[in-house]
């Protein structure tokens, strides 16, 4: 399993629209794609500004066989509702 974790800044009065705007653009492209497991969102209670997207797939491979033209169509949608954004992935390994 792999996680790809995405850490975005909003302007902290976007925060909530940019969270339904996720909600409603990419979670239902995610769930289409195989290997898409689960997703997460996490608002920051300390930093209105920050939110954080746990994506969890089944594979790395499957995970990097989303179409990249959907990724930049979709996230056109977003754009205008964050400032900057950073990504990281982990290969899960449970012991």
Do not use: C, N
Request: negative net charge; hydrophobic residues 40%; charged residues 30%.
């Amino acid at each position: 399993m792999v996680v790809e974790i995405l850490r975005f800044i909003t302007p902290p009065e976007l925060r909530d629209e940019f969270i339904e705007r996720d909600a409603e653009i990419w979670t239902p492209a995610l769930a289409a794609h195989p290997g898409f497991v689960d997703k997460e969102v996490w608002a920051d209670p300390q930093d209105p500004g920050r939110v954080t997207i746990m994506i969890h797939w089944a594979s790395y491979e499957q995970w990097k066989q989303f179409p990249r033209d959907l990724v930049e169509q979709l996230d056109a949608h977003m754009r205008r509702l964050y400032t900057s954004f950073s990504s990281e992935e982990y290969e899960v390994r449970k012991l």
